[in-house]
């Protein structure tokens, strides 16, 4: 809701408007409390009342009507949203083993959450996160590093024959989900609270859609990733049924997807529009690198294709989600004053 409000001149320096009375009382803010003002650059004042900063967000789960599988997205969507502490009870009775199980299993997904109480008929869990250990720029290179890596055991492990590299990128898949999660934790809590956009690293909430979009892109091409060790695992000899030179192509293709995934959230977290040009322009140059493998590829039977085509495809996606981050990256920038724009 937007309403407007007349500003009053109290003295010769002073300007003052009186708060909605609807806040006021909805945030039990009185006369001669106290209120927090933050500024964000950008002609936004944000007023933000004690409880906002103090109080310990807490959600209960209703676990009667549930089935475990709803009740442990439940506990994500809770954790998402910025929750401290996060009760699943039942109204009668106990809770059945398959709750007990879906909030356990919900905690080892997610970072820093922990049960602190457990009775039959209800389990309590708490977050221990604190959105000052981390910045948002920060996460969001460990997850750009995480897939990378896991790109690069996975298709290692069809060059080698090796499914023990395999097995190390789909272990590394539940740390990406992590960091995933906890992104998306502190964004919601950052945009709930503006404090807290200063506390994970932004000076403001403008760059918080920016980055939502940005985490899902790197999470999508963690998931690409996951998609090429299952085939080292899956497929007899646990390699490609492609010559030496073959291989080598498709391990260069690696990289260079590797540089611009990098390079793209680099472009992100600097706000470095030089950077984006040059993801674009290592786009181009591989964007028909996977048709040039395919094409080159001598008779095989089609089983043996498709692993091929399924493995340059994921690297092709990550190539595309990595552009995408670059076209975020330059709203990012350009939303700056810079040698490239004046901004009035």
């Not at 999470?219 to 073959?246: Q, R, S």
Request: glycine share 4%.
């Amino acid at each position: 809701m937007v309403e407007t409000r007349k500003v009053q001149r109290l003295g010769p320096s002073t300007l003052a408007m009186t708060l909605p009375a609807e806040w006021a009382s909805a945030h039990d803010v009185e006369k001669g409390d106290e209120v927090s003002l933050r500024t964000s650059g950008k002609g936004t004042l944000t007023v933000l009342s004690e409880s906002a900063q103090t109080e310990e967000s807490k959600a209960t789960i209703h676990a009667e009507n549930l089935d475990a599988a709803a009740v442990e997205r439940a506990i994500v969507a809770q954790y998402v949203l910025g929750r401290r502490v996060i009760h699943v009870e039942i109204a009668e009775g106990t809770l059945d083993s398959e709750h007990i199980n879906a909030v356990y299993n919900a905690e080892t997904q997610l970072m820093g959450l922990g049960v602190i109480e457990e009775t039959p008929e209800r389990i309590a869990i708490r977050c221990s996160v604190d959105p000052e250990d981390f910045t948002l720029d920060n996460l969001l290179e460990r997850l750009e590093s995480t897939g990378s890596t896991m790109r690069e055991e996975a298709v290692k492990a069809l060059a080698l024959g090796n499914p023990d590299f395999a097995q190390r990128a789909l272990n590394r898949e539940r740390q990406a989900n992590k960091i995933f999660v906890l992104l998306l934790r502190l964004i919601f809590t950052a945009y709930q609270n503006p404090n807290l956009a200063r506390a994970v690293g932004l000076d403001d909430g403008f760059p918080l859609v920016g980055y939502r979009a940005i985490a899902k892109n790197l999470e999508l091409t963690a998931d690409n990733a996951e998609d090429i060790a299952d085939i080292a695992m899956e497929t007899p000899g646990h390699t490609l049924d492609v010559d030496d030179a073959t291989m080598r192509r498709i391990r260069e293709f690696t990289d260079q997807v590797d540089e611009i995934s990098a390079l793209a959230v680099q472009a992100a977290v600097e706000r470095d529009f030089e950077r984006t040009i040059e993801v674009r322009r290592l786009f181009a140059e591989i964007n028909d690198r996977e048709s040039e493998i395919l094409d080159d590829l001598p008779e095989m039977n089609n089983e043996s294709l498709l692993r091929v085509r399924e493995v340059l495809v994921s690297l092709a996606k990550t190539a595309e989600y990595a552009v995408r981050n670059a076209e975020i990256a330059t709203n990012l920038a350009l939303n700056e004053e810079s040698e490239h724009t004046t901004i009035l």
